[in-house]
């Protein structure tokens, strides 16, 4: 079974639920202010043999930035233990709708995974159409995963710098305009307020409908040109650390834009250190 689509709706999941074609992945996770676990929430509730991939977790315990990106070794042996083989579809959720399971699209895109789609709407449209669920733990069967990284599609530090000085290269920044700007506090303590010299903004629930589903193409289309985004031409896509970003990337491969790279560090990286340059304002 071929994805020919970033997205799948819930008709599509649950048409396949009970069959070995698929692998279904609930990558929930919440900003800290909100008071809420992923995990906590998935052990209630979740789409019937579904397992839990923790960003926080799955990360580089090498360094303070929040979720970057683990060596493939180590989630090579991660995935493995989750029993997402490269040889099944999978399938990522959250419970909000289209957030932080873009950053697990991602990811596994990275670690070398072609046949990833994210469920349009999520565990939120899914509970809305009264579809079956189940509480508790998974135990998936542990298979082997061959490390890989595909490089393409992800930038960092350095890699922004070359970006940003030469001034040729599309960044796009998927916080709110206010924070973008530098008129609201960053939620992560100690860091500057604003944005990259030359960043263009597209907040990430302009490519979002209130219904928890990416926007259709053409909707997508329009915001993409309206935040000044030429489409056929690469963008690299931040946030404040890498999982709005994923966002983006999401929505520009919705229309065909499916190397996308994202900023892994992200404003978590560059608005905590003093040697980077910051711009506020529009």
């Not at 008129?183 to 907040?203: K, S, V």
């Not at 209130?210 to 896509?237: C, W, Y």
Request: proline residues 7%; charged residues 25%.
């Amino acid at each position: 079974m071929a994805l020919t689509d970033p997205l799948v709706s819930t008709a599509w999941l649950a048409d396949r639920l009970r069959t070995d074609e698929v692998r279904v992945v609930d990558g929930s996770w919440h900003m800290p202010a909100a008071g809420r676990s992923g995990r906590e929430e998935y052990l209630q509730a979740h789409i019937p043999g579904a397992v839990f991939f923790d960003i926080d977790a799955i990360a580089d315990p090498a360094t303070d930035l929040p979720h970057m990106l683990p060596s493939p070794e180590a989630f090579a042996k991660a995935a493995g233990e989750l029993g997402l083989s490269r040889d099944h579809a999978v399938v990522v959720y959250d419970t909000v709708g289209i957030f932080s399971a873009a950053r697990v699209w991602w990811t596994l895109r990275v670690m070398g995974y072609d046949q990833v789609a994210v469920l349009d709407g999520g565990f939120r449209q899914w509970l809305a159409e009264r579809r079956p669920v189940e509480t508790g733990e998974v135990s998936p069967r542990v298979v082997d995963v061959a490390p890989a990284f595909n490089a393409e599609l992800v930038r960092d530090l350095e890699a922004v710098r070359t970006m940003l000085a030469s001034g040729k290269d599309q960044i796009l920044d998927a916080r709110p305009l206010a924070r973008f700007r530098g008129e609201a506090a960053e939620p992560r303590p100690g860091l500057r307020a604003g944005h990259m010299p030359g960043a263009l903004n597209l907040p990430f629930d302009q490519v979002v409908a209130p219904d928890g589903r990416l926007k259709s193409p053409e909707e997508l289309r329009q915001a993409f040109k309206a935040a000044g985004v030429d489409v056929k031409r690469p963008v690299v896509t931040t946030c404040g650390s890498g999982v709005t970003a994923s966002v983006l990337a999401l929505a520009l491969a919705r229309i065909g834009a499916d190397r996308t790279a994202v900023y892994d560090g992200s404003w978590a990286e560059w608005g905590g250190r003093d040697d980077t340059p910051v711009a506020t304002g529009a």
